[in-house]
C-alpha cells in the first residue's frame, strides 16, 4: 500500500478514487505531476515544476487513510474543519489554520464537517528553510487569498505568469507564520486509552489517580509517563485537547458560552481567557460570529 502510495501519481489519485467510491460529493481535482527538481532549468520553469495544486469537496465524517506523499504538504480548508493524524500528534485545519506536512510523512485526515479542501504540494528542494517538522500554520488573509488563486488555477497554473511571484509570496507567509499548537500522542497503551477517552469527551475531569485506578497505574507512574513521551504535562495535554476541541466547535459557528459548557469550563469568561493565553486571541478572533453567539468578555 505504501509502495503505490509514494508514487508521485498514485499518491494524488488514490485519495481521489477512495473519495469517489465513498461519497458522490466528493471531487479531487489533481494536477500535472512534479517534474525532476534538479535538472537545469529557469526560474519560472522551477517555480511550475514545484508548485501543485490539489482542490476538492469532503463531507462530513470522511477518512482518508494513512498515506505520504513525496512532496511537502500545505494542507488547507477554505470552509470546514478537519483533523490531521501524524506520528507526532493531532492537529486542527479550519479556515485560519492549515498544516505543513513534510515530505514523507505519513498521515491520515479525519472531517469535522464538511470541507472545502485546497492543498499545495511543494517540492521540498525549492526552500531549505522550509520546516523539516509538521506544524500548524496560522492562515493570514494574504496566505489565504494565495492558497485560494493558485486552487482556482489548478491545471493552468503552469501557464500563469504570476506563477513564480506567487510561490515566493507562499514560501514566506509558510516561514512566518507557524504556530505551536499541535496535540502530541504517547505511545504507551494505558496513556491512549485515557487520552482517546478525553479526545471523545474533553470535558473530563478525572485525575491521574483516578485514571490509573482505571489503567492499572499509579498515578506518579502515568504523570512520567506522560512527560516522558508528549513533552508535556497530563493537565496541559488535557487543556490542549480541550484547545483542539474548541477549535473544531468554534468553526461550527457553535456559540461560545455552549463550547465553555461542554469543555467543563465553569464560564465562558474562563474558556475566553484560556483561548486567549494560548493563543493570543480570543476565540471571535480566529472564527467571527454572531453577535448572540458571543459572551460578555468576546463582545467589542
Not at 474548541?246 to 469568561?269: E, F, M, N
Amino acid at each position: 500500500m505504501l509502495n503505490r502510495l509514494k508514487q508521485r501519481p498514485v499518491a494524488i489519485q488514490s485519495i481521489s478514487h477512495h473519495a469517489a467510491a465513498e461519497s458522490r460529493e466528493v471531487v479531487v481535482s489533481p494536477v500535472a505531476p512534479v517534474t525532476n527538481p534538479h535538472r537545469s532549468r529557469s526560474r519560472r520553469s522551477t517555480a511550475v515544476s514545484a508548485l501543485q495544486p490539489l482542490a476538492g469537496k469532503l463531507p462530513s465524517g470522511y477518512h482518508i487513510a494513512r498515506h505520504y506523499h513525496p512532496q511537502a504538504q500545505l494542507i488547507f480548508a477554505s470552509s470546514g474543519v478537519m483533523r490531521i493524524a501524524t506520528p507526532d500528534g493531532i492537529r486542527v485545519i479550519s479556515p485560519v489554520r492549515a498544516v505543513w506536512v513534510p515530505a514523507g510523512v505519513e498521515h491520515e485526515v479525519r472531517v469535522s464537517s464538511a470541507v472545502e479542501l485546497r492543498t499545495l504540494l511543494i517540492d521540498p528542494t525549492i526552500d531549505q528553510r522550509l520546516p523539516s517538522k509538521c506544524c500548524v500554520i496560522d492562515v493570514s488573509a494574504l496566505l489565504r487569498e494565495l492558497i485560494v488563486r493558485v486552487s482556482d488555477l489548478g491545471t493552468a497554473v503552469g501557464e500563469s505568469h504570476m506563477v513564480e511571484h506567487l510561490l515566493t509570496l507562499i514560501l514566506a507567509e509558510i516561514h512566518s507564520c507557524a504556530s505551536p499548537v499541535r496535540l502530541p500522542m504517547p505511545a504507551d497503551p494505558r496513556l491512549v486509552r485515557v487520552c482517546r477517552s478525553i479526545l471523545d469527551h474533553p470535558s473530563d475531569k478525572r485525575t491521574c489517580a483516578q485514571w490509573g485506578l482505571i489503567v492499572g497505574a499509579s498515578a506518579r507512574t502515568l504523570e512520567r509517563r506522560f512527560f516522558a513521551e508528549t513533552g508535556i504535562s497530563f493537565g496541559a495535554w488535557r487543556r490542549q485537547a480541550r484547545l483542539v476541541a474548541a477549535l473544531d466547535q468554534l468553526a461550527a459557528q457553535t456559540p461560545v458560552a455552549k463550547v465553555a459548557v461542554d469543555l467543563g469550563y465553569r464560564s465562558a469568561s474562563a474558556f475566553s481567557v484560556m483561548f486567549k493565553h494560548a493563543l493570543g486571541r480570543r476565540p471571535s478572533d480566529f472564527f467571527p460570529q454572531p453577535k448572540e453567539n458571543l459572551s460578555r468578555d468576546e463582545e467589542p
